[in-house]
């Protein structure tokens, strides 16, 4: 097929360019700044400069594709107001179906986020657990959902929707936060760590977004892309720790001095437009559940999570040390 893929600077869509052209596919990669097209460029893959808010290098980008993969999203920032939030996550998603009827695309793929369940009080939670976005990046992608779909409904363009858990790999910087802090013996534990935590190696989440794209009854469908194990917060912490060959941390602090130290924090951070050393959606990692059912992906699809946890950490670990990361 010949694919765009959007935010392909990014870990993700980066990953998914690379691994699309391994597919044989042709694959035009967007990038915000030429340089960032220079890393991808390769046989097979062709950076092309533009953004998710200018409709008119969308449009030069996406025709003569067969398939979008609407990657690109705007993370957590500080300072931002929710317009520019509003903007990138999901006034774009209706621009790209939008541009798809005008310029022949069939299917565009949208990658959302597990996040807009918010906390799962009942895991493992499907595709039909109440939405409960948490925070405005949350509540963006999940208007995007809504507004690609009302797009698609008017124009009869496929519109497929995928909902990763956390994303990890080589390259990746979100989680290493957490396995980086591990294998480096500084990682603190709080609380327990009963909560689930589930997570999704990235090779195994392009090959689901590639089968989002070519499956034909995927059309109109949404499906959670997640990994085949789910563990506790602390088992994850013991598996990462026996990866790395190191000690699992001994320090273990409570819970809610933290956040309530977040919440002061953000209060006090808000009015200056900075980031806070410490808030509540950090400290939530150690208490909140991110469990999810893939049955409806691996029934539909035919996604099967290929790489195991423990592989899954080793591999990224190896990365991180081979760039100087630990």
Not at 110 to 128: K, N, R
Not at 130 to 157: F, H, N
Request: proline share 6%; hydrophobic share 40%; charged share 25%.
């Amino acid at each position: 097929m010949k694919a765009l893929v959007t935010g392909a600077s990014g870990f993700t869509g980066g990953h998914l360019a690379r691994f699309l052209a391994a597919q044989g596919d042709q694959v035009r990669a967007l990038v915000r700044r030429p340089q960032a097209g220079q890393a991808l460029a390769g046989p097979r893959i062709e950076p092309v400069q533009g953004d998710l808010t200018d409709a008119a290098s969308l449009r030069r980008a996406m025709t003569g594709v067969d398939v979008v993969y609407n990657i690109g999203a705007l993370y957590r920032e500080a300072g931002l107001p929710a317009s520019t939030y509003r903007a990138v996550n999901a006034e774009a998603v209706a621009t790209i179906v939008e541009l798809a009827r005008e310029v022949g695309v069939k299917r565009v793929v949208h990658c959302s986020t597990v996040g807009v369940h918010g906390d799962i009080a009942h895991p493992p939670a499907d595709e039909e657990a109440p939405l409960q976005p948490g925070d405005i990046y949350q509540e963006s992608k999940l208007e995007g959902e809504r507004l690609g779909r009302e797009a698609a409904a008017r124009t009869g363009v496929e519109f497929v929707i995928a909902r990763p858990s956390g994303i990890y790999g080589p390259g990746d910087r979100r989680l290493f936060k957490l396995f980086g802090k591990i294998a480096a013996g500084k990682f603190v534990m709080l609380g327990p760590g009963r909560n689930f935590y589930h997570i999704t190696y990235i090779d195994d989440l392009c090959a689901g977004f590639r089968l989002c794209a070519t499956v034909p009854q995927a059309a109109g469908r949404t499906y959670i892309l997640a990994g085949e194990e789910v563990t506790t917060l602390a088992e994850l912490v013991r598996i990462t720790a026996e990866v790395a060959g190191v000690p699992g941390p001994r320090l273990r602090l409570p819970v809610w001095p933290f956040w309530t130290a977040g919440a002061a924090c953000e209060v006090a951070c808000a009015p200056f437009g900075i980031s806070p050393p410490i808030y509540r959606r950090r400290v939530d990692f150690f208490r909140k559940s991110r469990a999810f059912d893939i049955r409806r992906a691996k029934a539909e699809l035919g996604y099967r999570p290929a790489v195991g946890l423990g592989d899954g950490i080793r591999r990224t670990l190896e990365w991180y040390r081979e760039h100087g990361w630990i």
